[in-house]
């Protein structure tokens, strides 16, 4: 892994603001809620995503990912 793979966030934003981020270290993508509750790892950045999606309230819209 490259220098500029590691240690990257992205962060999940509603119509509300913030619902969630996802950090990548290790190789892994780790989900945490806004909440703070952290959701798991996982080995892509899309099956991260799909997972912080997956606790979203039923009916929520797709949020946004930026990485910051």
Do not use: C, N
């Amino acid at each position: 892994m490259s220098a500029t793979q590691m240690d990257m966030l992205w962060m999940a934003y509603g119509k509300a603001g913030a619902v969630g981020s996802i950090r990548h270290e290790d190789d892994l993508f780790h989900v945490v809620m806004s909440d703070r509750r952290e959701i798991g790892a996982y080995p892509t950045l899309e099956i991260a995503k799909g997972a912080l999606i997956s606790h979203l309230k039923p009916g929520t819209d797709r949020p946004e990912f930026r990485r910051v």
